[in-house]
Structure formats: structure tokens, C-alpha cells
């Protein structure tokens, strides 16, 4: 691995793309410390650490920490997120948009236009909605319309900023850009992570019990750590045999494919969507300063992740349950809207290939329905232990810190298609890369 990052700082054109990267990496973490100004910070961090919702805490290892710094990045690339994210559904709801990501490249250029003007359309929304917050709380310099509109601005452009920054490094630099910006703002969030487990297992702790707690916290991090690599890389290879047809005087076909499907078809998303619909109701109320009691506020309590696996609180243990449900069911239907089983049978049979021991069409397509469906439930079953585990330590134990399943996903997703971008550079080039030390 040592020799092989040696040997791709020696190749000009990978050294100029990794240091162009960094480059890009440093200016996204100094905007994330630049405040707007106008804006009582101490303000906002007592108001971020009043809430009790785990959607906060995710949004802010999402940006990095700029989020609880309110600085001119706080919405960071989140609008960008779910932009990409709505497009994809789009894509598959409206004909013309999917007629254009078949078009080629000219058609996803086309697409990636429009993500960008829902992006800014979702930063404008968000960032008006964090400024006029901001002036109900009288937390303004001068709690005026024109604060709110430069706090809006300045979220805006912020975001936007990022979201160039980040598709300069797809274009310029090594990995996909989004992803390496959304990797560099969960890692910056990992040493007060470790601060807060030091402080509760191990800081005022003998010897021996400091040292068996830290070898245990090792140990699940990198038991999740492995368990995740396996998650993201496990797939299924479907073999696929293509008949062999006379063209002109020769014989040609007959080879031998596969169908890749992947164990993990949907990542990450399900987690994000369940997460999303779970703390909805929590960080509507959070923003509009009202606590309510009786039903409404156990129901929200049920919800709040916080509240889920402690021992005096068991009822609200539903909402982990709730919580399950959601995600098994996301994992099935991105995967459906994304993945389309009966597309892929005509394709096959109208180039002559087909499964062994399966007829080509609609047996196929059922063939591939059957085997999809397994594989989305074991996905989707691992992704639930991935994310309980830290849930669990924050239920039991009380601890919470923001590299919990979801982010190790991200971090060992983004890790691994980086890599693999670097290694098929090297390739080119004749080097021995990762992927084969």
C-alpha cells in the first residue's frame, strides 16, 4: 500500500490531482470556520444543544461541524444530497428525464443542470427558513427583513460554493467530488467523537479498566469497520451465457458474462430516508420553539432516536421498531426504481445472451425478481445492524457520537470507489495498484 501511494505521488498527473484535491479539501474546512455575520453564534450553539433530536447531530457531522458554527458553509453540500436524491426519483417518474439519462452524456450533462437549479432552490428554501428563525428568536444583530436576507444570502452562496468546489474535484482532482467533501466533514467530526468515549469509559478509570474499555471500543469500531467493507463490496454474480451467431464467413459470440447485483443495492439511502421521515416531526418542532405535552409529545419522543433501547424507557422503544420497518421497505423500493429486472431480460435476449437453465424473457425477469429480492433482505438486514449498534450505545450507555453506522458507510463507501478511481489511473500507466497488494 506504502509503495503504491509512492508510486502514484511519482506519476505527475495523479500528484496533480490528489494535491489539487487536498487543496480544495482545506478551503471547504476554513469556510466551514468563517461565521456570517450579523449572527449571535453563542446563540445558536445553546440553541442546537437544547435539542434532543438525532437528525441535528447527523446534519452537523454531514457539514463538518459548520452547522453547529452556523458559519457561511452551515447548509454545506445537504441541499446538494437531496437534490442528486430527487432527481433520481424523478428520473424514474417522469418519461423525459429518463429518455435523457439514455441519451448519453449530453442527457446527464442536461440532468446535472437541473440538480443544480433544485439545489439552489433547496439551499434558498432552507437558509431563509434558518434566517427568519433566527429573527424570531431576536438571535440578529439588528433583527431586521435585511438580516434575514443576508443570512439567506450568505447560506446560499455558501452551499452553492461548495457545490462547485465539489464538482471541481470530480473534474480536476481524484474520487467524486460530492462524496470526498461529505468524507473530509464526517472524519473532521471524529476526534471530539473519541474525546466524548475517552471521557466516559476511560478518563478517572484505573489502568486496567481504562485499557479493557479502550480494547473494547477498538473492537466494535472495527468490527463495524470489516462488517461494512464486506456489506459494500458482497455481491451476487448472476452468469450470463451468449449464443454464438454467423456473421459473414465467421462464428462469433458464445462468451461468457455476469450480472453484478450487489448485496448493498441502495447504500446507504435507506438509512437516510428512515432517518429523514423519523426526525421530520422533531426538527419542525425544534425550529418553531414549541414543546408539546401529552400524546403529541410522547408520539415525538417515540420518534427521537435518543429515546430508543434505554432501559427506564422502554415504550419508546417502538420507534426503533418503526424505525426497522422503514428501512427494510426503502431498501426495496429504491432498489425497484433504480434496478429494473425486466429491462435487463430484453436486453439480454435481444443480444442473444441468456441464464443457464433459464428461458430468456419473462422467466428471466421473475428469475432475477426472485434473486433480487433475497439479496435487497440481507442487505437490508445488515444496514439494520450497522445502524442499531451505535443506537443501542447511545440507549444504554448514553453515549452519543456522530460516526455512527451511517457515517461508517459513507466513509468506507467513499474510501473504497477513491481508491479504486486511483488504482484504474495507475493501471493505465502500467503501476501495480491497491486492489492487488
Known amino acids: 500500500m506504502l509503495k503504491t501511494l509512492i508510486n502514484a505521488f511519482k506519476i505527475k498527473d495523479i500528484k496533480n490531482r490528489i494535491f489539487f484535491t ?177 471521557d466516559k469509559f476511560m478518563s478517572g478509570k484505573n489502568v486496567v479498566k481504562a485499557g479493557l474499555a479502550g480494547i473494547i471500543i477498538l473492537a466494535v469500531i472495527l468490527f463495524i469497520v470489516i462488517f461494512v467493507i464486506y456489506l459494500q463490496d458482497g455481491e451476487r454474480r448472476i452468469p450470463v451465457q451468449y449464443s454464438k451467431k454467423v456473421v459473414g464467413r465467421k462464428l462469433v459470440g458464445g462468451s461468457t458474462s455476469s450480472i453484478p447485483l450487489k448485496v448493498n443495492t441502495a447504500g446507504v439511502i435507506p438509512i437516510i430516508f428512515a432517518s429523514s421521515i423519523m426526525s421530520l416531526p422533531g426538527m419542525i418542532v425544534g425550529f418553531l420553539g414549541k414543546t408539546p405535552g401529552g400524546i403529541p409529545g410522547h408520539i415525538l419522543a417515540t420518534l427521537n432516536s435518543s429515546n430508543w433501547c434505554r432501559i427506564s424507557q422502554p415504550v419508546y422503544s417502538i420507534g426503533l421498531l418503526i424505525y426497522i420497518v422503514l428501512v427494510v421497505f426503502f431498501a426495496y423500493f429504491y432498489t425497484s426504481i433504480t434496478f429494473n429486472p425486466l429491462e435487463v431480460a430484453d436486453n439480454m435476449k435481444k443480444q442473444g445472451g441468456f441464464i443457464p437453465g433459464i428461458r430468456p424473457g419473462k422467466p428471466t425477469s421473475d428469475y432475477l425478481n426472485k434473486i433480487l429480492s433475497n439479496i435487497i433482505f440481507i442487505g437490508a438486514i445488515g444496514l439494520i445492524i450497522v445502524a442499531i449498534i451505535p443506537i443501542f450505545c447511545a440507549g444504554v450507555f448514553g453515549v452519543n457520537v456522530s460516526f455512527g453506522g451511517t457515517s461508517l458507510i459513507i466513509i468506507v463507501g467513499v474510501v473504497l470507489e477513491t481508491l479504486k478511481q486511483i488504482e484504474s489511473l495507475m493501471l493505465v500507466r502500467h503501476y501495480k495498484g491497491f486492489l492487488n497488494d
Open 22 to 198: 487536498f487543496f480544495i479539501l482545506v478551503v471547504v474546512r476554513l469556510g466551514a470556520q468563517l461565521p456570517i455575520p450579523g449572527v449571535s453564534r453563542d446563540v445558536f450553539t445553546a440553541w442546537f444543544e437544547s435539542q434532543t433530536s438525532g437528525a441535528f447531530d447527523f446534519f452537523d457531522a454531514m457539514t463538518g461541524g459548520s452547522f453547529t458554527q452556523f458559519s457561511i458553509f452551515a447548509l454545506n453540500i445537504t441541499p446538494y444530497i437531496t437534490s442528486s436524491i430527487i432527481m433520481q426519483l424523478m428520473t424514474i417518474a417522469i418519461p423525459k428525464l429518463e429518455e435523457m439519462q439514455k441519451d448519453g452524456e449530453d442527457g446527464r450533462k442536461k440532468i446535472r443542470e437541473y440538480t443544480r437549479y433544485v439545489t439552489i432552490a433547496l439551499a434558498l428554501i432552507e437558509g431563509f427558513a434558518m434566517g427568519f428563525g433566527l429573527y424570531r428568536s431576536g438571535s440578529l444583530m439588528h433583527n431586521s427583513a435585511l438580516d434575514v436576507v443576508m443570512v439567506t444570502a450568505a447560506l446560499v452562496a455558501g452551499s452553492c460554493l461548495v457545490m462547485w468546489m465539489g464538482e471541481q474535484i470530480t473534474d480536476k482532482g481524484v474520487g467524486n467530488g460530492i462524496s470526498i467533501i461529505l468524507l473530509i466533514n464526517i472524519i473532521s467530526t471524529i476526534p471530539n467523537d473519541f474525546k466524548v468515549l475517552y
